[in-house]
């Protein structure tokens, strides 16, 4: 049996793998433990599921739906990465939602310098601008991660996210 310890909540839990699944224990009380479909990555609670293909914003968001998730709604700096976000401003131009239709956090925001810039390409040719969000990194020596606008219709690789599934433990681990 292999075991991955997890600090979650100041109080620890393991991941057991055993040949009838993963089971899911809190060494030192009856607490929630949240676990997630095949595929998918738990983090506080949360389930990320990382695409290996690159899809337009509008693809990219249905293949997330389709999974029972949405693109991720960035609430924390550690869900910084290279993907396109649930972050759009093609209803009214620069009003900026997240995809559960809630506004951006302004004291939550990763813009690069000058963006959003809402480009409309070297000859005009996307004449309705930027109006989807990619992370992608900054090119000097700190490597924060920035946000960017982008064609809607550019390729890339995105996050989906949805909640974990909540389960009771009625024991403590042997």
Known sequence: MSEAGVLYSNVKFT??????????????????????????EQHGGKCYYFSI???????????????????????????QDKFWIGLTDSAVEGRWLWVDG???NQSLTFWRMKEPDNWNGTHGEHPDGEDCVRMGEKSEADSLEWWFDAFCSKPHR?????A??????KKVCD
Do not use: H, M, P, T
């Open 15 to 40: 991941r057991e793998k055993k040949a009838n699944g993963d089971r899911c224990c809190n060494l030192f009380k009856d607490q929630a433990c949240y676990k997630c479909e095949e595929g998918w």
């Open 102 to 104: 809630s506004q951006l």
């Open 158 to 162: 995105s996050i989906c996210k949805k």
């Open 164 to 169: 974990g599934v909540r389960e009771k433990l």
């Open 53 to 79: 293909s690159k899809s337009s914003w509008n693809k990219s968001r249905d293949e997330c739906r389709a999974k029972r998730g949405d693109l991720v709604k960035i609430d924390s700096r550690e869900e």
